[in-house]
């Protein structure tokens, strides 16, 4: 009996320590099942993470080549006139279209300068409204196209769903989530915008503290971004892009905290965003749904200089007069910029006549554009000054010498203006109207400028030239003495400037003007 007992206490113990094991079994299967679903939640999280951000960093990068992130001017208006900054598809992105803002800005400082120099008009400034509002225009309609989350999910899928997430199922692969998730910040506010810029090409003075300059990681100076610039009674601000700087992903205090919504730019009705947020959920999953957000800092990586590629500065020759005194007869005629002799005369001196013999022109030999502009001993530093500025409007790294070889333009017989400008990125002057048949763009070489003139703004001596005039005395028959009173040439020379505001290209006209007094007076004296 005790035998059959121990033998049944022991089966009883055996069952109970099988049975242990079976739960200590079931126990450890369900935790390694527990252990390989956390790991391949987190495994499939971590990949849902790595291919939103791969999607956020493709965002960053496409967003300046996406063709829907891409906007036309209206040529059936001003915006035509920013067409000379436009990318080789004739359209502005993210990339460019803080060149159409500069553009505006170069006017609106021309305008302003007119204003310190007292060559202010209202058609100047209503020019500057006109280019300030369809610079506004062009940057509005990109700016609803950047906060357009429909135009970035397919720059957010090319990437996100080339990274597959394996750990949720073979299928599986992350897409854009729409929603309000999708949102733009404007990041990086007071940095250097892509925009270089130099002191010496700007008009007026004291332009410099008010754009204040950013000194960019390559040493240039730019235009600063997300900080309206007041001229005249408009802002103009800028998209920032720091120099030297890839597309990034930055963290969501920075994003969140730069939000339009959350901190304003208040004189920037429709401001053009830098920074995306997305949002990716797992498609094709045969475990977990994911979801991830992600935030990027875009940066196109290129710099372009504060310019205005088709504009033009015009120079017209007004017209040279010669005025003849001679003895007591007064004539007055026009000179072409060549030299001519000219003969007056004979007219009755005393007891016989008198005719003069005089060179004109001789002040244009060589007959250029430059000769014309310095003719005359004085000071044209003036002049100088503000045509080399002007040039560094239209491409801003102009030197003197730039201007030399554009000056050194041949004067045609009969043609009297002639237009400064750029070709490429070679300043260039021609006669107008052979000018317009080098350049096929929107620059229009015939508009007037828009500022009224301000005269002598080079001082050209009036001088002397003994050697420039002869004459002859004729005597009557008989004995005559010929007596000399005064005999030369007196030349004197005017130059006035009439500043444009750069609307249709226009940056300005040179008006140039001379004259030539011919004196000679003699006489014969009959002797008895």
């Known amino acids: 009996m005790m035998r059959l007992q121990r033998i049944k206490r022991r089966q009883r113990e055996k069952g109970v320590s099988t049975a242990l094991a079976l739960s200590l079994c079931f126990i450890l299967v369900l935790l390694v099942y527990g252990f390989f679903q956390l790991a391949l939640l987190m495994g499939g999280s971590s990949e849902t993470r790595n291919a939103t951000d791969a999607g956020a960093l493709s965002v960053g990068k496409d967003v300046f080549n996406a063709k829907a992130l891409h906007t036309k001017p209206d040529l059936t208006n001003d915006e035509k ?34 204003q310190q120099d007292g060559s202010y008009t209202q058609q100047a400034k209503d020019h ?54 999708w949102q733009t910040s404007l990041v990086d506010r007071g940095i250097e915008s892509n925009i270089q810029i130099t002191s010496d090409q700007l008009p007026g003075s004291g332009d410099a503290q008010n754009i204040g300059f950013v000194k960019g990681a390559d040493g240039s100076s730019y235009v600063p971004g997300y900080k309206p610039i007041k001229v005249l009674d408009h802002y103009y601000t800028f998209v920032p892009f720091k120099t030297g700087e890839r597309p990034h992903l930055i963290s969501e205090n920075t994003f969140s905290s730069n939000k339009n919504s959350v901190n304003p730019i208040n004189e920037w009705k429709k401001p053009i965003p830098n920074a995306f947020s997305v949002h990716g959920a797992t498609k094709g999953q045969q475990n977990y749904s994911q979801r991830a957000k992600s935030y990027v800092l875009s940066n196109p990586q ?25 003895n007591e007869n007064y004539t007055e005629e026009s000179y072409d910029y060549f030299p001519s002799f000219v003969v007056k005369g004979p007219y009755r001196a005393g007891s016989g006549t008198i005719t003069a013999f005089t060179f004109l022109g001789m002040e244009y030999i060589p007959p250029t554009l430059y000769q014309a502009i310095h003719a005359l001993p004085g000071d044209h530093s003036r002049v100088d000054n503000i045509l080399l500025q002007r040039c560094r409007e239209i491409k801003q790294n102009a030197t003197a010498n730039d201007l030399l070889l554009a000056e050194q333009c041949p004067i045609i017989p009969g043609i009297d203006d002639y237009i400064i400008f750029r070709v490429k990125d070679v300043i260039i002057a021609l006669p107008f109207p052979t000018a317009i048949q080098q350049v096929l763009n929107f620059a229009q070489f015939d508009t007037s400028p828009d500022g009224s003139e301000i005269s002598d703004v080079a001082t050209e001596e009036a001088f002397f030239l003994p050697n420039f005039t002869f004459e002859i005395l004729i005597p009557d028959p008989g004995v005559v003495i010929p007596v000399y009173g005064f005999m030369g040439t007196w030349e004197e020379g005017s130059e006035s400037w009439t500043p444009g505001s750069g609307y249709n290209g226009c940056l300005g006209q040179l008006s140039i003007t001379r004259t030539t007094s011919v004196f000679d007076f003699g006489t014969n004296i009959r002797i008895q």
């Open 81 to 114: 006139q920013y067409f000379d900054v436009s990318d080789s598809k004739n359209q502005y992105s993210l990339t460019n279209v803080n060149r159409v803002w500069g553009q505006s800005l170069l006017v609106g400082l021309n305008v302003q300068a007119m």
């Open 128 to 181: 500057a409204d006109k280019l300030f509002d369809s610079a506004e225009a062009i940057s509005d309609r990109l700016a609803d196209q950047l906060n357009t989350p429909d135009n970035l999910y397919p720059l957010f899928n090319g990437t996100s769903e080339q990274n597959a997430t394996n750990m949720l199922g073979s299928t599986s692969s992350v897409t854009s989530l729409p929603g309000d998730q």
């Open 302 to 326: 290129r710099q372009f200089p504060l310019e205005m590629p088709y504009g033009f500065i015009k120079i017209h020759l007004d017209g040279n007069t010669a005025k003849f005194y001679i």
